[in-house]
């Protein structure tokens, strides 16, 4: 099932206070950026956030994981009120972008 593009459109206002924010369609699905690394998959209607220690500690008892396609890596999934919260969701995508690494250029 391809994602709404009312959901993407939903999860990108949200996160409208992070400078450079963006979605990528790829497959019917989108991935989500920030600072020029995938931070995250939206697939189905819903956000799949890269685990990295630091957001394990953000979510706290709210982690749950999910798999945004079958293969894919685990994910920390994000639904309901916390999609709600953008001042938390914003937290979330700039702790897990600080510890992710830049993209490999390509040759």
């Not at 939206?42 to 994981?65: A, H, M, R, S």
């Amino acid at each position: 099932m391809a994602t709404k593009q009312a959901t993407v459109d939903y999860i990108l206002d949200q996160l409208a206070s992070l400078n450079g924010v963006h979605a990528r369609k790829m497959f019917g699905e989108y991935a989500l950026y920030f600072d020029g690394k995938v931070v995250g998959l939206i697939c189905d209607d819903t956000l799949f956030v890269k685990i990295t220690e630091g957001g394990k500690q953000f979510v706290g008892g709210f982690y749950q994981e999910g798999f945004a396609y079958p293969g894919a890596k685990a994910s920390v999934e994000i639904s309901g009120d916390l999609l709600e919260d953008h001042r938390w969701l914003c937290e979330l995508i700039l702790i897990t972008a600080s510890e992710l690494p830049l993209p490999k250029k390509k040759k």
